[in-house]
């Protein structure tokens, strides 16, 4: 009687295993990818009177899948904000390598059809700047950081469409708007960054 019930134990243990390690492979997956994309940026609170300009976004994904429901993702992103002065005729671009990490939250636990809305804190780091005057070609803006602080923190989020393509592979479209909510300048008063982005990206499983 013992060694049935030793058997039987043995045998439901086994699959109690078996069972939590498949669940374990369908509920956290790791996936990366690349992402472009274009933002529209201005200047926020202090900064004088200023419009929106266009930009370009590009970099890296990785993200983590817990549960069906949730999903932690870290981007490596190169990313122009600035902002256009109509007054006179001037683009300026801050060229940042930027790192969101987002918290996602599916709003359907399975489908080749997954909406999910975003979240999370993002960290800029200023790599360069530019001014473009009219039609002529940009120019680098000598010693710009004495003019504007090299880091930038804000919070992002937005909504975020994810259509399966391929076994183990979507087409995600991120739409997300970054608030800054650093003082990206080093002279008296308070900018900040204001982006919209757009991007699409890959996500491939493993």
Not at 6 to 15: N, P
Not at 37 to 59: H, L, M, Q
Not at 107 to 127: C, M, Q, T, Y
Request: proline letters at 2%; aromatic letters at 14%; hydrophobic letters at 40%.
């Amino acid at each position: 009687m013992k060694l049935k019930n030793l058997i039987v134990a043995t045998g439901v243990t086994t699959l109690s295993f078996m069972m939590c390690f498949q669940a374990a492979a369908q509920t956290r997956v790791w996936s990366v990818g690349p992402e472009v994309g274009v933002s529209v940026s201005k200047y926020g609170k202090d900064a004088i009177t200023n419009e929106f300009k266009s930009g370009a976004i590009g970099g890296m994904f990785l993200t983590y899948s817990i549960l069906n429901s949730f999903a932690i993702t870290t981007k490596l992103l190169y990313s122009q904000k600035g902002a256009s002065f109509e007054s006179i005729d001037t683009k300026q671009t801050l060229n940042y390598i930027e790192v969101p990490v987002i918290g996602r939250f599916f709003l359907n636990k399975e489908g080749d059809f997954r909406p999910n809305i975003f979240v999370g804190p993002s960290f800029g780091f200023l790599a360069g700047a530019t001014n473009k005057v009219g039609s002529s070609d940009r120019v680098a803006i000598d010693g710009y950081k004495n003019i504007f602080n090299n880091f930038d923190f804000g919070v992002t989020g937005g909504l975020g469409l994810n259509f399966l393509v391929a076994t183990e592979t979507y087409l995600i479209i991120d739409a997300r708007y970054t608030h800054g909510l650093s003082d990206i300048t080093i002279a008296n008063g308070n900018v900040n960054n204001s982006a919209f982005g757009l991007t699409a990206g890959l996500s491939f499983g493993f």
